[in-house]
Nanobody
């Protein structure tokens, strides 16, 4: 049974930091590119950051470059998103995504709220 379980969301003040985690099970984690997406109320889901399976290459949405860092630990089947200098516009539900050539899996999401 495939599972992607996100954790680490919550309420944080502007300028603060959060670290999201996504624990994967039920598939060969190291073979999958891993991504974080987010969806704010009334908006479409958007890609935040992605890390490849083989080389660990990363790419980021322009809106988070220099503030967010995606990483993965294949030994722990976990992907992380370190979020620094958070802004109110980062408020959204954040989703973990796993993708191979012919399969895509999604987590249930974790809420991140940036507010004073």
């Amino acid at each position: 049974q495939v599972q992607l379980v996100e954790s680490g969301g919550g309420l944080v003040q502007p300028g603060g930091s959060l670290r999201l985690s996504c624990a994967a099970s039920g598939f060969t984690f190291s073979n999958y590119a891993m991504s974080w997406y987010r969806q704010a109320p009334g908006k479409e889901r958007e890609l935040v950051a992605r890390i490849t399976s083989l080389t660990g290459s990363t790419n980021y949405a322009d809106s988070v470059k220099g503030r967010f860092t995606i990483s993965r630990d294949n030994a722990k089947n976990t992907v992380y998103l370190q979020m620094n200098s958070l802004k109110p516009e980062d408020t959204a539900v954040y989703y973990c995504n796993a993708q191979s050539r012919n399969r895509v899996y999604w987590g249930q999401g974790t809420q991140v709220t940036v507010s004073s």
